[in-house]
Nanobody, 128 residues
């Protein structure tokens, strides 16, 4: 099991930027794909972005493509989500997640069930 802790959330005006970080501890971080999900009040948790174990490939939800960038630093056991051009509809609790199994995928997973470890979340609020 891997332990995950997110940070970097906050209140920002529309058009602004935030950088989320997710620090991992426990099992071999560099062997697992990582993802970011978000959940707004009254809505289901949804996929935002994911990155393969090596960092070579990334995947994004259409709603954030071109505005968000996921990256990882395996030496620091950390995954990041750079969020630019933020919109009020990006307001949500953002979760970091690690894949359930070390499959060393070449294409990042995006389904909730592919991820087995979750952080407590960090709140992002975008004002209009």
């Amino acid at each position: 099991q891997v332990q995950l802790v997110e940070s970097g959330g906050g209140l920002v005006q529309a058009g602004g930027s935030l950088r989320l970080s997710c620090a991992a501890s426990g099992r071999a971080f560099s062997s697992y794909g990582m993802g970011w999900f978000r959940q707004a009040p009254g809505k289901e948790r949804e996929f935002v972005a994911a990155i393969t174990w090596s960092g070579a490939n990334t995947r994004y939800a259409d709603s954030v493509k071109g505005r968000f960038t996921i990256s990882r630093d395996n030496a620091k056991n950390t995954v990041y989500l750079q969020m630019n051009s933020l919109k009020p509809e990006d307001t949500a609790l953002y979760y970091c997640a690690a894949e359930r199994f070390s499959l060393r995928r070449s294409i990042p997973a995006a389904a909730l069930l592919d991820f087995g470890s979750w952080g407590p979340g960090t709140q992002v609020t975008v004002s209009s």
